[in-house]
């Protein structure tokens, strides 16, 4: 893969990277000056300056990412980043699968960053998280065409 494909591919490599070393010089330099980041609840943080400081913030110093797969559209205006976001903080570590979807400008910066985190936890289809023993995938619970029943 050459042009503008791989020009994109490298950018999120370089996002990813910088992000876990947290390089906030490195981040910013692939970050167009008026980035919009919309994270996993729908908030919205606008601005470079303001996006490297809410990260700066929020990710600890013990911080790493696993990152699965790459892909960019042909063009090199966008792609996407399968994710696995590793934060230790002081009473917990969190290990969240996320999803990011990027939009890249005419010089190649990231201009718009959005988030997608898998939320077992929050289990809306009621289908139990797939680590659990209520879990339809560990055969424990009801499958996707059975309905739950409680209390």
């Known amino acids: 893969m050459n042009g503008p494909a791989q020009n994109a591919g490298d950018t999120i490599v370089r996002f990813f ?6 390089d906030w010089e490195a ?21 470079r300056d303001h996006y490297v400081d809410l990260l700066r913030g929020l990710v600890p110093s013990d911080y790493g990412n696993d ?10 205006r966008s ?23 990027f ?9 718009l960053v959005e988030i997608f985190v898998q939320t077992p936890d929050a289990d809306p289809g009621g289908f139990g998280s797939a680590t659990s023993e209520a ?9 996707p065409d059975e309905q739950r029943v409680t209390g």
């Open 17 to 22: 990277t910088a992000l876990s070393a947290r």
């Open 103 to 111: 939009v890249l400008d005419d010089n190649g910066l990231v201009s």
């Open 67 to 76: 990152v699965h797969r790459v892909t960019v559209a042909p063009d090199g």
């Open 27 to 47: 981040l910013a330099a692939v970050l167009a000056p008026g980035v919009e980041r919309v994270g996993p609840f729908g908030d919205r943080v606008g601005g």
């Open 79 to 101: 792609g996407f980043a399968r994710v696995t976001e590793h934060l230790r903080y002081r009473d917990r570590v969190l290990h969240l699968e996320e999803a990011y979807a």
């Open 135 to 143: 879990s339809y995938a560990s055969g424990g619970g009801p499958g």
